[in-house]
């Protein structure tokens, strides 16, 4: 994947989104997808990205890139083919504060998707259906985690890194030990890892590195399977995955819940992931 010329593309540093989202320079972006995705209620989903011409991903550390300054991301969301929202993360600045380095924003939709409009607030039940546009003070919740903020555009989600402009250059090909894991890293990892929002909580990671050789000592296996629970007590549950029994597994039973205070996500999603629960519940079953 290319970068993107930015000659066409607005101000690489504005101090806040644009109102329309025709003003992002979105007609620019490369489509791209992540080997493992995130759920979204069955949403659809269309990701693209532009980098600044001729600039370089600094990939010094393979599992948290950084990103040139003037990157941008966009992610449209649809069901049942129509457009809902597109979100933007859009880096403005090289300073670490992930409050004034990087905008984000969710872009509402018009009935006749010739235009969406910047909602700092975001939305509720978009266009007729369940789906939730999050407010911009919101995003970070997840993306905190992640020096470049996007969360699906990294080493070990890009079927073709050859085709990415990094510096330096991979030097070897990276993949999921499973599709289960997959699953975590890419819906639970941003959260639950060193840097995460939830690492204070509960010390679990559920990502996977790029850098791990050896997938039967990934952190996932080392942080869940035949560990007890740290906090969330009181359900019936003492640890987080019992190997060969994910009945009695906490972390299972909380990726079919979708109540306050049960459900993992915690937000961002209201219906349960059947696909996902299967995934998870035949990798314990196995262990």
């Known amino acids: 994947m290319p970068a993107v010329p930015d000659a066409a593309l607005p101000d690489a540093t504005p101090t806040a989104l644009p109102a329309l989202l025709s003003q992002t320079g979105i007609e620019r972006g490369v489509p791209f997808a992540p080997r ?57 600045a090289n300073t670490g504060d992930p409050e004034t380095a990087t905008l984000f924003g969710a872009y509402l939709w018009n009935d006749d998707e010739t235009e969406a409009t910047f909602s700092p607030a975001g939305g509720q039940d978009l266009r007729g259906t369940t789906h939730d546009a999050p407010a911009a003070t919101d995003c970070l919740r997840c993306h905190v985690g992640e020096p470049g903020r996007a969360l699906g555009y990294t080493a070990i989600q890009l079927p073709a890194l050859d085709d990415v402009p990094l510096a330096p250059p991979p030097t070897r090909t990276y993949d999921m030990p499973n599709l289960a894991l997959g699953y975590l890293h890419a819906n639970c990892g941003h959260c639950h890892s060193p840097q995460g929002g939830a690492w ?88």
């Open 36 to 92: 493992h995705a995130l759920w979204s209620d069955a949403a659809v989903k269309e990701r693209l990205v532009a980098l600044p011409d001729g600039a370089t991903i600094d990939a010094t550390d393979p599992d948290r890139w950084r990103f040139p300054i003037g990157t941008r991301f966009w992610k449209t969301f649809s069901l049942d083919g129509r457009k809902l929202e597109t979100r933007v993360i859009w880096q403005v």
């Open 200 to 287: 204070a909580s509960s010390s679990v990671v559920l990502r996977i590195l790029a850098t791990e050789d050896d997938p039967a000592s990934n952190g996932i296996v080392a942080t869940t399977v035949r560990r007890r629970l740290q906090a969330w007590l009181g359900h019936g549950f003492d640890d987080r995955i019992v190997a060969g029994d994910p009945d009695r597994s906490a972390i299972l039973f909380r990726m079919g819940q979708r109540t306050p205070n049960m459900q993992m996500p915690p937000i961002a999603t209201e219906l349960v992931d059947p696909v996902g629960v299967a995934l998870v519940r035949d990798w314990i079953q196995s262990l």
